[in-house]
C-alpha cells in the first residue's frame, strides 16, 4: 500500500515556474514508477510524465523542455519542475505509482494515486 500526497501548487503568471511534490509513504517507493497527470475542468485526465526506478524520464509532448521530474528515494519523493508555464497547463496535478515500474502513459497502468494538487496559470 502506497499513499501519494502532492504539495506545490498555486497561482503563477504566465511564463513563471512552479515545483510540485509528491510525497509517498511506505518503505517500498524505490520499487515504484512513478507518473504525473493532469486535469483540466471538463477534460479527461492526461499523462505529464514518468520516471522509473532508475531515473529514466518520459514526457508527453505538451511539456518536454519545460517540465523536469526527478526523484529523491531518500526522501520518498518525486518532483515536477514546471518552467515557462501556460494559461493551457491550468489543471489539478496528481502523482501515481505504478507497481509494475517501467514506463506507462496510460491511466490504468496505475495502483496509487492522490488527491492532486491545483495549478492555475494566469494570462
Known amino acids: 500500500q502506497v499513499q501519494l500526497a502532492e504539495s506545490g501548487g498555486g497561482l503563477v503568471q504566465a511564463g513563471g515556474s512552479l515545483r510540485l511534490s509528491c510525497a509517498a509513504s511506505?518503505?517500498?517507493?524505490?520499487?515504484?514508477?512513478m507518473g504525473w497527470f493532469r486535469q483540466a475542468p471538463g477534460k479527461e485526465r492526461e499523462f505529464v510524465g514518468f520516471?522509473?526506478?532508475?531515473?529514466?524520464?518520459y514526457y508527453a509532448g505538451s511539456g518536454k523542455g519545460r517540465f523536469t521530474i526527478s526523484r529523491d528515494n531518500a526522501k520518498n519523493t518525486v518532483y515536477l519542475q514546471m518552467n515557462s508555464l501556460k494559461p493551457e497547463d491550468t489543471a489539478v496535478y496528481h502523482c501515481a505509482a505504478r507497481s509494475a515500474g517501467w514506463y506507462s502513459p496510460d491511466v490504468s497502468g496505475y495502483d496509487y494515486w492522490g488527491q492532486g494538487t491545483q495549478v492555475t496559470v494566469s494570462s
Open positions: 520516471i522509473s526506478r532508475a531515473g529514466i524520464t
Open positions: 511506505g518503505r517500498t517507493f524505490s520499487s515504484y514508477g
